[in-house]
C-alpha cells in the first residue's frame, strides 16, 4: 500500500464530524461507498487510521452487509427488483435476457465494464412490477422485449 | 356552459365485460335526449374495485353510489335521477340487510374513521410541518406532556389494546412499561423502519407520506418510559423516506418540537437517523441494535430483552413504523376509541401492500377483521384477466399463505396464526392458477437462506437443506420421504433457530405442505409441474411454423441440444437438452415453447 | 423559525388547520395534488409535476397551486393526481404522465368537464365496516 487514497473534503468533514459518536462505521462506510461507488481496500485501510477500528472489524462489517460493495461497479448500474411481486411477475426473465442476450452476469460486471447487474431485494414498487433501475431511472411494467431499446439508451 | 353534473361509469375490464361500455353509450343517448348534453357528463373511469357489485355508477355532485346496474336501468336512472333529481333506490348501495340504505357521506364518515395509520398519507404535504400540525399533529405530545403522566400514557395505550404491527404482534403498552420500570441513567426509543420483506412497503410510504407522525409518537414514548434520545433505523434503499425524515427532523427541531425543553416544559427529546445496509435479520430487534451500534448485524439471545438490555447495554423501547404512527391517534382520540375496532384479540387497523396477481395493487388500510374476499375483491378489483385466486400469502419470508377455504376468515393475530401463516409487516401477494407453490416457497427459502446470519446451526443449516430438498422436488428428483424430511427439518429449525428468522423461515414450507401438499406430489410423483414454472419438469420444443432457422436458440444452447443450420427448421434433442430456458429466451419469434 | 411555547403551537395549529380546512371545503383555491412518494416518482411523477406547471404557465393559470404529497395508495395507476377546482367535484386521476396533465388542464380546469378513463375513485374503501 505505497500510495494514499485521496477523500473529498466532503468526506473528510463528514468523518470528522461522525468520529466521536458511537455505532459511526455504518454511517461512514456509507458515505465512503457514496464517493466511490464501492470500498477500495485502500479506503478501509485509511479509515483505520481516521476512525481507530481494526481493519478486521470494517470488512467483517462490509461483507456482512449486502448494500456495501469491494469491487468497482460497471459505468452503469443495472438493478432487477426479486421482490415476491416482481419475481412472480415475470423478474427472473428479465435477469435471464440480461444474462443470456447482452451477457451481463448476475452481481458481476460486463467484459466492457459498461454494465453492472445486480438482483436486488424489493425496492417497494410492487404496483410496477416487475421493475428494472438503470442508474436510479426506474423502468416499470417491464417485458423483457423492451430491454434492448432501453440498453441502447446507456452506449 | 358548464356541466353541473357528473356520471361516473366504470371502464375497468371487469366493468366493461359485464356490458359497462354498451351502458356508456346508452347514458349518451338518454342524455341527449333528454336535452341533458350541456348540464351532464357521461366519464368512464379506472376500476372503481367492488367488481362483485359492478357495474358501478356513480353520480357527482350528489355522491349516489348505483350498484349492479344493467342496461335496462340506464333509462329510469336518467329520467329518474337526472331529469327529476330523485335517487333511484333500489340500485342504491346497501352494506348489509340491517343496515339500510347508506349515503356515501356517512360511508365516508367511516373510511375517515379507519384511515389510522395513512390518515395524512396523500393529504398533506409531508415536506410541511404546517400542514402536520394542521391535522392536530403534536397535539398529543401537547397532551402528554402537560397534562399525563407516564402511567396515564401507558394506560392509554393498554386500553387501546395495541400490538406490533411488525410482526410478532406484541402488545405495545406492555413493551413500553417494561422499559419503563427499569432503573437506567439513559434509556432509549427506537424506530423499525428496516422494512426488508420482499413486497412489502407500508412503512416507506407512511414515512414518505407522513414523518411528523412516527417523530411525534417516539417523543411520546420518551415522555412515558423517560428516555431522551430516539434512533430511526431505516433501510438505505430508501432514499426518499430519508429525506423526508431528515427533513421533518430538521423542522421539529426548529419549532422546538424536538430536541431540549420541548414547548417549554422540562421534557427534552432527540432523534437521529441511522442507516441500514441490506441486512433482512437487522429487521429482529436484537440484531437491529447491533447494527445501530456499528456492527455486524448478528441477534443475541432474549433474554435479556432490549427493554432491560438494548442500545449500548441501556433500556431500549423498540416499535415498527406502523405501530408507531397509531400512537398519536389513541393519545388524542383515547384508547378506549380506538379499542372500538377490529376484532376481541386485534384491536385498530392494518395497512396491506397488496400486490402481485391483483387489478388494483397498491397500499390499503382495514379494519382488523376485514376477510380476505373483502380486500382482494371489493378493494382490489379481483384477479388480473379473471384467473382463478389460487391463494394469498402473508407474513413475507415468514409468513405462510392463505389458500381459498380461509377466504372468508375475519384477517387478525390469531386467526392467521390458527391457519398457519401471520399477519408480519403486512405484505399480501396474491397467487394465481399460473403460480407453482414449490417455486414460490423456493423463492422465499432462497431469500432467508442468503439473509441468515449463519450464527446458528438450525438456521445457517437447516435453511441450506431445505432449499436443496426443494430445488430435487421441483428438479423432479424426489421421493415421498423428501416430505417427510422437509417436515423434519422445518420443526427443528423452528424449535431450535436463536431468532425470529431462523424459526419462522420454514413457515412457507410447512403452511403449503398443510395447504398443497398434492401440489408436491405432483412434482414428486407425477414429474409434472401444472402452473409450468418448474423448468425441469418441462419439455422444450420448436414450433417449426414459426422457426425461421436463424440460429440464435442453436448458438445460446450450452448443451449444443439444438440441432439446425441458417434457414432451416431447428429441433431440439431431448437427451442432451438441460432444460435451462436459454432458448425460448434467446428466440425472437416464439418459436420455443415449454409445456 | 424561533422555538415556539405551548401557546404558540395553538394559535399556530389553530391558523393552519382553518386554512387547510378552506382549502379542502371551499375549495376557493385550486390546486393540484401529485403523489410523490417513491412509486409516484418511479412512475413519473417528477415529469407530470413539470407538465402541470408548464400548461398552467402557458394558460396564464396563476391562480393554481401545485403541491405535493405523499403516496396516496393506488399503486396500480401511478403517477396520481388529486385535482381541486371549485365548482368541479373533487377527484383523483391516475397514470397520468405528462400528455394526460396537459389535458387536465386544458379539459378540467379550463373547460370544466371530467376526464374519460383516468378517474380513480375507490368506493370499497369507504365501504368495508367493522
Known sequence: MSEQINFSQELNDYIAEWKDKPGNLIMILHKVQEEFGY?????????????????????????????????????????????????????????????????IPVNGTSEDRKFSLEALRCVGCCGLAPVMIIDKQVYGKLTKEEIPGILKKYQ | MAYNTFVLICGGTACESSKSDEMYKLLQKEIFDNNLKNDVQVVKTGCFGFCEQGPIIKILPDNTFYVKVTPDDIKEIVQEHLVKGRTVER???????????????DIEFYQKQFRIVLRNCGVIDPENINEYIARDGYLALEKVIFQMTPDDIINELKISGLRGRGGAGFPTWMKWNLTKKENADQKYVVCNADEGDPGAYMDRSTLEGDPHSVLEA?????????????????????????????????QAKELGLLGDNILGSDFSFDIEIRLGAGAFVCGEETALLRSIEGSRGMPTPRPPFPSVKGLWEKPTCINNVETWANVPVIINKGGAWFSKIGTENSKGTKV?????????SGLIEVPMGTTLREIIYDIGGGIINNKKFKAAQSGGPSGGVIPEQYLDTPIDYNNLTAIGSMMGSGGLIVMDEDDCIVDVVKFYLQFTVDESCGKCAPCRIG????????????????????????????????????????????????????????????????????????????????????????????????????????????????????????????????????? | MSKLTLDDLRKLREEKTQEFSRRNNEQDKSSIIIGMGTCGIAAGAKETL????????????????????????????????????????????????????????????????????HIQDKPAMDIIEN
Open chain 1, 39 to 103: 470500498v477500495p481496500r485502500k479506503a478501509a485501510l485509511k479509515l483505520t487510521e481516521m476512525i481507530d477500528v481494526t481493519l478486521a472489524k470494517i470488512y467483517g462489517v462490509i461483507t456482512f452487509y449486502h448494500y456495501f460493495k469491494l469491487e468497482e461497479p460497471g459505468k452503469y448500474q443495472i438493478q432487477v427488483c426479486m421482490g415476491t411481486a416482481c419475481y412472480l411477475k415475470g423478474g427472473q426473465d428479465i435477469i435471464d435476457e440480461l444474462e443470456t442476450n447482452f451477457g
Open chain 2, 91 to 105: 340500485l342504491e348501495y346497501k352494506p348489509s340487510e340491517d343496515k339500510g340504505r347508506v349515503k356515501i357521506e
Open chain 2, 218 to 250: 417516539m417523543a411520546i414514548c420518551g415522555k412515558a418510559i423517560g428516555a431522551s434520545r430516539g434512533f430511526i433505523y431505516i433501510r438505505a434503499e430508501y432514499p426518499l423516506a430519508i429525506t423526508r425524515l431528515e427533513i421533518a427532523i430538521k
Open chain 2, 352 to 360: 396491506f401492500a397488496l400486490t402481485g396477481k391483483i387489478n388494483n
Open chain 2, 463 to 595: 435453511g441450506k437443506q431445505l432449499l436443496s430438498i426443494l430445488d430435487d422436488i421441483s428438479a423432479g428428483n424426489a421421493t415421498e420421504q423428501s416430505i417427510k424430511n422437509l417436515k423434519a427439518i422445518s420443526i427443528a429449525m423452528n424449535n431450535a433457530s436463536l431468532c425470529g428468522l431462523g424459526q419462522t423461515a420454514s413457515n412457507p414450507v410447512m403452511s403449503t405442505l398443510k395447504y398443497f401438499e398434492d401440489e408436491y406430489l405432483e412434482h414428486i410423483n407425477g414429474k409434472k409441474c401444472s402452473a409450468g414454472k418448474c423448468k425441469s419438469l418441462m419439455t422444450f420444443t420448436i414450433v417449426a411454423d414459426k422457426c425461421i432457422g436463424c440460429t440464435a436458440c442453436a448458438r445460446k444452447c450450452p448443451a449444443n441440444a439444438i440441432i439446425g443450420t441458417v434457414k432451416q427448421v431447428h429441433v431440439i434433442d431431448q437427451s442432451k437438452c438441460i432444460k435451462c430456458g436459454a432458448c425460448v429466451t434467446a428466440c425472437k419469434f416464439d418459436a420455443v415453447i415449454k409445456g
Open chain 3, 50 to 117: 413539470n407538465a402541470f406547471i408548464e400548461a398552467l404557465d402557458t394558460n396564464g393559470l396563476t391562480n393554481v397551486k401545485v403541491k405535493q404529497t405523499g403516496c396516496m395508495g393506488s399503486c396500480n395507476v401511478e403517477p396520481t393526481v388529486e385535482v381541486v377546482i371549485p365548482g368541479m367535484p373533487t377527484v383523483v386521476y391516475g397514470n397520468v404522465d405528462g400528455t394526460v396533465a396537459k389535458k387536465i388542464v386544458l379539459k378540467h380546469i379550463i373547460g370544466k368537464e371530467l376526464l374519460d378513463d
